[in-house]
């Protein structure tokens, strides 16, 4: 059985390490180190510093799954809006239609009936009318505004989650992240 000789990572101290013991601490310091085996090249690295790489690697992947989330959950939001302005407009539209063949009937019934007097009938007619008329414009707008206020910071996370993600490709990772 071979025994290799290396240096602790930590303190400098000769150690010796059997070739099929990866983890082990430090007989002098103390502090825990791994045996990386590879190429035919044996060297130690503190077991926190894997245990970093680890944890780079899983809040990565935390963020990716975060980001593809948030996407989905803004799809829905905007398919919810969609429908709402649908319903909207349709509605609109009913209203819209019956609201002109009765003033259509009402102007024939009126001229039919009184001539030219009525006129005056179809204009007051269509006056008071009018306040009945409502646009949906003001609600399409605070459908749509509701929409985005509620994207919005599902927005504001995808790019937290994107610059974590980006911090880690350029080996740099941003405290408090997760």
């Given amino acids: 059985m ?11 101290a000769g150690l010796e390490v ?9 007989g002098y310091c103390g502090v825990q180190q ?15 510093e894997a245990l970093d790489d680890v944890k780079l690697g899983t809040n990565r992947t935390a963020s990716e799954l975060a980001i593809a989330r948030l996407h ?8 919810q809006r969609d429908s709402a302005l649908s319903a909207l407009r349709a509605a609109d539209h009913k209203n819209n239609v ?9 102007v024939a019934l009126s001229m039919g009936i009184l001539g030219p007097w009525g006129i005056p009938v179809i204009l007051l007619g269509a006056f008071f009318g009018s306040r009945f008329i409502k646009s949906v414009a003001k609600e399409v707008k ?18 937290r989650h994107q610059s974590m993600i980006d911090s880690y490709d350029l080996g740099t990772p ?4 997760g």
């Fill in 2 to 12: 071979k025994i290799l000789s290396l240096k602790c990572v930590n303190c400098g």
């Fill in 18 to 26: 059997k070739p099929d013991i990866c983890d082990f601490s430090c």
């Fill in 34 to 48: 791994h045996v990386e085996r590879g190429g035919g090249i044996v060297s130690l690295r503190r077991v926190e």
């Fill in 72 to 79: 989905a959950d803004i799809a829905a939001i905007y398919a």
């Fill in 98 to 106: 019956f609201i002109g063949w009765g003033f259509i009937f009402l």
């Fill in 142 to 159: 605070a459908v749509k505004a509701n929409a985005e206020a509620k994207s919005a910071p599902l927005k504001a996370q995808i790019v």
């Fill in 174 to 177: 941003v405290e408090g992240n």
